[in-house]
């Protein structure tokens, strides 16, 4: 990937493909999560292909839906890594609507050919774990071939996989126009990346960027992105206590990467030196331990040796959410604290809440990565911003400012 916005390129969508009479191979992404008895707990994904599904079949299309799932070991079929859970809900989903079916082991099975034969308009195939085959994390050309002979389309709509270079994402899309065949964006992908692309390109003022999680080095290219185009970045989470080493503060027994100590000095000086503002906690919910019903205490400024930081405190919470308010833009990746553990959910809940006041306020607020929108859901406000993004990685990438290879292999606009 080269470095520029991955959303620089218009691409040709879904809504502009004559699809009638034909089959068409959608990518999508229905990597989800589940719960240990295999039971799907968010299915946000896979509602989000349905806008580009239903598109294609009210064209008077044939279906085939792929997607990768888990981290099988590429040799063939693996019982707990099956798709099978997604095409249950996904048959619910389309009821009604659509005949969905499911075949084969691996995707380019006897099975899996003969049953994309037998599709017809109207229909739905879900292919088995396209990660059942090795060539799809290789990103081989004879791999993508086999699928390229599927269906005379392709669509890109599993922006939560674009930044990956597998197959199905990059070398199937250039299989497909080779062979004279049109490769789109599905609906999702475009409108992610419309409003990723916009956020960053063109974005409202003042325009506020939180970003949280664990470590510094899992966000820092899209810090130093960001200090070009931000007015002020709100820094929580566990990465946050870096910054404050950074500046001298004890931070007890929190979670602190030494070797980006001096990374994230830099990134404070040259915040400063760009005239942007770098909001850090004043104050902490501390734990004695990261588990229920231990010892906590709230503590401003330097923390004692034997205590950690789990959560921004009342004071940051207030000072945080005034920024947000008065944001006309924000984009967010990452929670203030260890939200999954009360009560270190505190933080993350005033952040959101001030997001979903300025949503109401009529400013545009994106939420990325996979811990942010599962806050969002524990806390039930999901709906309340403008949009939820469905990558973690993609979305992140996007905000270092990287550009996808496999949106510039889709036709162009």
């Given at each position: 990937?080269?470095?520029?916005?991955?959303?620089a390129a218009p691409r040709r969508t879904v809504d502009s493909l004559d699809a009638?009479?034909?089959?068409?191979?959608?990518?999508?992404?229905?990597?989800?999560?589940?719960?240990?008895?295999?039971?799907?707990?968010?299915?946000?994904?896979?509602?989000?292909?349905?806008?580009?599904?239903?598109?294609?079949?009210?064209?008077?299309?044939?279906?085939?839906?792929?997607?990768?799932?888990?981290?099988?070991?590429?040799?063939?079929?693996?019982?707990?890594?099956?798709?099978?859970?997604?095409?249950?809900?996904?048959?619910?989903?389309?009821?009604?609507?659509?005949?969905?079916?499911?075949?084969?082991?691996?995707?380019?099975?006897?099975?899996?050919?003969?049953?994309?034969?037998?599709?017809?308009?109207?229909?739905?195939?879900?292919?088995?774990?396209?990660?059942?085959?090795?060539?799809?994390?290789?990103?081989?050309?004879?791999?993508?071939?086999?699928?390229?002979?599927?269906?005379?389309?392709?669509?890109?709509?599993?922006?939560?996989?674009?930044h990956r270079a597998d197959a199905s994402m990059v070398a199937l899309p250039r299989?497909?126009?080779?062979?004279?065949?049109?490769?789109?964006?599905?609906?999702?992908?475009?409108?992610?990346?419309?409003?990723?692309?916009?956020?960053?390109?063109?974005?409202?003022?003042?325009?506020?960027?939180?970003?949280?999680?664990?470590?510094?080095?899992?966000?820092?290219?899209?810090?130093?992105?960001?200090?070009?185009?931000?007015?002020?970045?709100?820094?929580?989470?566990?990465?946050?206590?870096?910054?404050?080493?950074?500046?001298?503060?004890?931070?007890?027994?929190?979670?602190?990467?030494?070797?980006?100590?001096?990374?994230?000095?830099?990134?404070?000086?040259?915040?400063?030196?760009?005239?942007?503002?770098?909001?850090?906690?004043?104050?902490?919910?501390?734990?004695?331990?990261?588990?229920?019903?231990?010892?906590?205490?709230?503590?401003?400024?330097?923390?004692?040796?034997?205590?950690?930081?789990?959560?921004?405190?009342?004071?940051?919470?207030?000072?945080?959410?005034?920024?947000?308010?008065?944001?006309?833009?924000?984009?967010?990746?990452?929670?203030?604290?260890?939200?999954?553990?009360?009560?270190?959910?505190?933080?993350?809940?005033?952040?959101?809440?001030?997001?979903?006041?300025?949503?109401?306020?009529?400013?545009?607020?994106?939420?990325?990565?996979?811990?942010?929108?599962?806050?969002?859901?524990?806390?039930?406000?999901?709906?309340?911003?403008?949009?939820?993004?469905t990558g973690g990685g993609a979305s992140l990438e996007m905000l270092e400012g990287?550009?996808?290879?496999?949106?510039?292999?889709?036709?162009?606009?």
């Amino acid at each position: 990937m080269t470095e520029a916005n991955a959303a620089a390129a218009p691409r040709r969508t879904v809504d502009s493909l004559d699809a009638k009479g034909k089959t068409v191979f959608v990518r999508a992404d229905f990597n989800v999560p589940t719960d240990d008895a295999g039971a799907i707990t968010d299915d946000r994904r896979i509602r989000g292909a349905l806008p580009t599904i239903e598109c294609l079949l009210g064209k008077g299309a044939a279906v085939v839906v792929a997607s990768h799932f888990g981290r099988p070991a590429g040799t063939g079929y693996e019982a707990g890594e099956s798709l099978k859970p997604v095409f249950e809900r996904l048959k619910q989903l389309l009821a009604g609507k659509a005949e969905v079916r499911f075949a084969g082991e691996v995707p380019t099975d006897a099975a899996s050919a003969a049953a994309v034969a037998a599709l017809r308009p109207g229909q739905v195939l879900l292919l088995e774990n396209l990660r059942f085959e090795k060539g799809e994390k290789k990103g081989d050309a004879a791999f993508a071939g086999k699928l390229a002979a599927y269906a005379q389309a392709y669509v890109n709509d599993a922006f939560g996989a674009s930044h990956r270079a597998d197959a199905s994402m990059v070398a199937l899309p250039r299989a497909m126009r080779a062979a004279g065949k049109p490769a789109v964006a599905g609906r999702l992908l475009e409108k992610e990346l419309r409003f990723l692309g916009a956020a960053l390109e063109s974005p409202r003022r003042p325009f506020v960027a939180i970003v949280g999680g664990a470590k510094v080095s899992d966000k820092l290219a899209a810090l130093s992105n960001l200090l070009d185009k931000v007015d002020a970045i709100v820094v929580g989470g566990a990465m946050a206590y870096t910054f404050l080493r950074a500046q001298g503060v004890a931070t007890g027994s929190s979670l602190v990467e030494p070797d980006m100590v001096e990374r994230a000095a830099g990134i404070l000086r040259d915040a400063h030196a760009r005239g942007r503002t770098i909001l850090l906690p004043v104050d902490h919910v501390c734990g004695r331990k990261l588990e229920p019903g231990t010892e906590t205490a709230v503590v401003a400024g330097a923390i004692p040796d034997g205590w950690m930081g789990l959560d921004i405190g009342p004071r940051s919470q207030a000072l945080f959410a005034e920024a947000c308010r008065a944001a006309r833009q924000v984009v967010w990746n990452g929670p203030m604290g260890a939200f999954e553990t009360k009560p270190f959910d505190a933080g993350t809940l005033a952040v959101a809440r001030a997001v979903a006041e300025a949503t109401a306020a009529g400013a545009v607020t994106i939420a990325g990565g996979g811990d942010t929108a599962a806050s969002l859901d524990v806390l039930g406000l999901a709906d309340a911003l403008t949009h939820v993004s469905t990558g973690g990685g993609a979305s992140l990438e996007m905000l270092e400012g990287k550009r996808f290879e496999s949106v510039d292999a889709l036709d162009a606009a």
